[in-house]
């Protein structure tokens, strides 16, 4: 099993739509969750983080954790063409300290 | 403002030839990190370091070196040795608290290897 884990996508969705982004990770003990939005050729930026179960909102970003799951997931409403980025899933585990282990992302496009 | 400086955005080596890859840091942070990315994939830890003067190995240490004499600064070195250093490398810093610390990133340097 892949420490974190995402669907690589393409995820496609119209403008105006809800944009669904899932991960799932290994490390039971893992405390601190964080989405990354990637432009192509930039460094990520963070968009989100999550440290307890449950759903936290920022403006049109949701994000939920299931930590009996091991399941964090993004959800963004009322999708803009601008969102059409890399979605990075990012996990602290214990082995790794203060260090964050990646996922390799989920490609969002969202069409006018 | 604070910040995280990398340099050089662009740089061409060589085969055979180390290069050295700089991160600056004004955040007052303690840890900071080193992350390579490739083409269509996630990021992958190289070195972190929490301390100064002490750093530890991440997921792909082979083939780089680091160092961590100051506090603001944590260059890489990416040595003869790596195979295959082509790549987009991203210098990151935190704070040490390990329950909420997100990373901050430097804007990276796109290595490649003529």
């Known amino acids: ?112 | 403002d604070g910040g995280i400086t990398q340099s050089p955005k662009y740089l061409f080596r060589k085969e055979g030839q180390n290069v050295t890859l700089s991160c600056e840091q004004n955040l007052n942070h303690d840890a900071m990190y080193w992350y390579r990315q490739d083409p269509g994939q996630g990021l992958r830890l190289i070195y972190y370091s929490q301390i100064v003067n002490d750093f530890q190995k991440g997921d792909i240490a082979e083939g780089y070196s680091v160092s961590r004499e100051k506090k603001e600064s944590f260059p890489l070195t990416v040595t003869s040795a790596q195979k295959n250093p082509t790549a987009f490398y991203l210098c990151a810093s935190s704070t040490r608290d390990r329950n909420t610390g997100e990373l901050f990133f430097g804007e990276g340097s796109r290595l490649t290897v003529l």
Do not use: H
């Open chain 1, 1 to 112: 099993q892949k420490e974190v884990e995402q669907n690589s996508g393409p995820l496609s969705v119209p403008e105006g739509a809800i944009a669904s982004l899932n991960c799932t990770y290994s490390d039971r003990g893992s405390q601190s969750f964080f989405w990354y939005r990637q432009y192509s050729g930039k460094s990520p930026e963070l968009i989100m983080s999550i440290y307890s179960n449950g759903d936290k909102e920022d403006g049109r970003f949701t994000a939920q954790l299931n930590k009996a799951s091991q399941y964090v997931s993004l959800l963004i409403r009322d999708s803009q063409p601008s969102d059409s980025a890399t979605y990075l899933c990012a996990v602290n585990m214990f082995r790794a300290g203060t260090a964050l282990i990646f996922g390799k992302g989920t490609t969002l496009s969202v069409s006018s």
